[in-house]
Nanobody, 124 residues
């Protein structure tokens, strides 16, 4: 069992930055791929980023809408994954969810564990 707790959401002006954190507990942190998803009101949950653990360094993936602006990272010693969000836009407004055991299956994603979500609001 894996327990995920997000933090770091809030209100920011367009062009600003936020860093989300996700603390994981349970199984060894290095066992699984960590990721972030988001869901805006009236929209489906959207893949944001994921990071597969590797002793030589993490392998990262990003959704097209956040490439070049968001950066995922992880601190294995702290069992924490981060999402640095720069150049935020009003369309980035959503509830952001941390995810563990992320698997891509074709064009879809399967996730075994979800955090409770943290609200990010970007004002114009």
């Amino acid at each position: 069992q894996v327990h995920l707790v997000e933090s770091g959401g809030g209100l920011v002006q367009a062009g600003g930055s936020l860093r989300l954190s996700c603390a994981a507990s349970g199984r060894s942190f290095t066992d699984y791929t960590m990721g972030w998803f988001r869901q805006a009101p009236g929209k489906e949950r959207e893949f944001v980023s994921s990071m597969h653990f590797s002793w030589s360094g993490g392998i990262t993936y990003y959704g097209d809408s956040v490439k070049g602006r968001f950066t995922i990272s992880r601190d294995n010693a702290k069992n924490t994954v981060y999402l640095q969000m720069n150049l935020l836009k009003p369309e980035d407004t959503a509830v952001y969810y941390c995810a563990a055991d992320v698997r891509r299956v074709g064009e879809e994603y399967e996730v075994d564990y979800w955090g409770q979500g943290t609200q990010v609001t970007v004002s114009s």
